[in-house]
């Protein structure tokens, strides 16, 4: 069983061990700049025993609203969709006309991911990794998969 409950009401320090396990820093870096993940709004799922299973967080800029970072740490049993359905409706509510991403290039899995819940590729930005690895110098140069990690790709997905 899991409860998805807004990050507000964690305690800050679960979430900044959250994203410093998972991430290696709560600092997610894109290329438009930095951002402290266990700062900005969201939601957690969390576990009966109140363990942290998986974390969206957001940013809402007039009728956007950007997630800047989607963890599950356990695939396929509907966390990321419930966290990514819940910044959905917060968008909405918000009166958002459009909620974006940026993944990288290497990240198959998340381009996969997001296409199947109606995400379209919106843009390409080549070599963009490179100036957030300025920002981050810690992100490394190829993924776990043996992709070069190079281009940022923008997804969005227009709110009805």
Known sequence: MMIIIPNNEIAKHMLTAFFAKHWGTPEMAISSGIFRCDELDGFAAVNESGEIIGCITYLIDGKDCEIISLDSIIENKGIGTALLQQVEETAKYAHCQRIKLITTNDNVDAMAFYQ???YQFAAVFPNAVEKARRLK??????AENGILIRDEILFSKVID
Not at 137 to 142: G, L, T
């Open 116 to 118: 199947k819940r109606g």
């Open 137 to 142: 110098p810690e992100i490394p140069e190829v």
